[in-house]
C-alpha cells in the first residue's frame, strides 16, 4: 500500500517557500526520531544544499537511542548539516538551538537572524516556535497538519522565526516510508486504515522488539504472524463481535494509538542501513516501470505508423 496524503495548502505552503528561501539563513527541519529518513521531506532537502542546515530529531522519548545516534551521524556526513536529538515535549532546549543557530550564521549588526522552521505534520515544529519564544504562539495538538500558513516571530534576541506549515511531498515513492508515516501519525487518520497500519506494525515489533510485546501484552508464547497477535490482543481487550469473532478494526485502533503513545517503549523503525537497501529495490522498481511505458509508448507509435501506412 501506498499512503498519499497532499492536501491543497500543502502545495501552497512549498511555492511559498520556494519564494522565502533566499531571505532565509538557517534551515531547521523538525524530524521525528522514530522515523528520522521517512520523516525528512526530501522536498526540504533539495532546497537547503547551501544554506546552514539543522536536524531536529524530536521525540527521543518515544525512540530507539542507539539507532537515533546512527541517524545523528548519518545526517551529519553533510558538511552543511547539524542534528540535535531532542524531547521538546518533556524538556527546554532553547539555548542549545539558539547557541547552534548562532554559530551557523552570526548575527549581522542590524539584522536579525531568519530561522525557517520546516517539517512534516505533527512532528512538533509548534512546539518548537512555543519553546523558544517562551510563550504560547502557535496552536500544537497530535492531529497533522494544525499549521496552514507562514507566520513570523521575532525572538527579541536577533533571531526571528518563520513558522511554516507542515508538509508532505505529492508522492511517496517506498511503501515502507509510508506506512512508517501512517503508523507514527504523520498522515491524517482519515486518509489511513487502522487495521493495515496495524499489520505493518505487528509485523515490524515480531521481528525487531518481540520482548516489548511480551512485556506489554503478558504473552507467554508470541504468535508467529501480526494477525494472530492482533487476534490475542483484540480477545485480551474484549474487542470481541457476536460469536466471539475478535473486531480487528478495534483491536488495530487500540494497538496503534498505544505505540503511537510509547506504552510498547522506547523504537526506532528503520536504521541508515535499512533506508539504503530500500531506495535501492525502489529505484530498480522505478527503472522497470520507466522501461515499461518506454516500451508502451513506442508500441502505441508503432500502430499509429502501421495505420498510417495503411489508409495510403
Known sequence: MSIQWYPGHMHKASKEMIETLPL?????????????????????????????????????????????????????????????????????????????????????????????????PNVGKSTLINCLAGKHITKTGDEPAVTKGQQRINLRNGIML?????????????????????????????AVSYEDLA??????????????????????????????????????????????????????????NELRAGMLGPLGFETPEVIEAELEQVAIIKAEKEEREKLRLEKAAARRRKAKANRK
Open 24 to 120: 532565509v539563513n538557517v534551515v531547521i527541519e523538525v524530524l521525528d526520531a522514530r522515523i528520522p529518513y521517512s520523516s525528512s521531506n526530501p522536498f526540504i532537502g533539495e532546497l537547503c544544499t547551501e544554506k546552514p542546515y539543522i536536524k531536529l530529531l524530536n521525540k527521543t522519548d518515544l525512540a530507539d537511542p542507539e539507532i537515533t545516534l546512527q541517524w545523528q551521524e548519518y545526517f551529519e556526513q553533510r558538511s552543511n548539516t547539524k542534528t540535535l536529538a531532542l524531547d521538546l515535549k518533556n524538556h527546554d532546549p532553547s539555548k542549545q538551538i539558539i547557541d547552534l543557530i548562532n554559530k551557523l550564521s552570526p548575527q549581522k549588526e542590524g539584522r536579525n537572524t531568519l530561522a525557517m522552521v520546516t517539517g512534516i
Open 162 to 190: 518563520l513558522d511554516t506549515p507542515g508538509i508532505l511531498w505529492p508522492k511517496i515513492e517506498n511503501p515502507q516510508g509510508s506506512y512508517r508515516l501512517g503508523t507514527t501519525g504523520a498522515i491524517k487518520d482519515t
Open 199 to 256: 499489520y505493518f506494525g505487528a509485523e515490524f515489533l515480531l521481528e525487531k522488539y518481540p520482548e516489548r510485546l511480551i512485556e506489554r501484552y503478558n504473552i507467554l508464547q508470541l504468535p508467529k504472524t501480526e494477525i494472530e497477535l492482533l487476534e490475542l490482543i483484540g480477545a485480551q481487550r474484549g474487542c470481541l463481535r457476536a460469536g466471539g469473532r475478535v473486531d480487528l478494526e478495534r483491536v488495530s485502533t487500540i494497538f496503534i
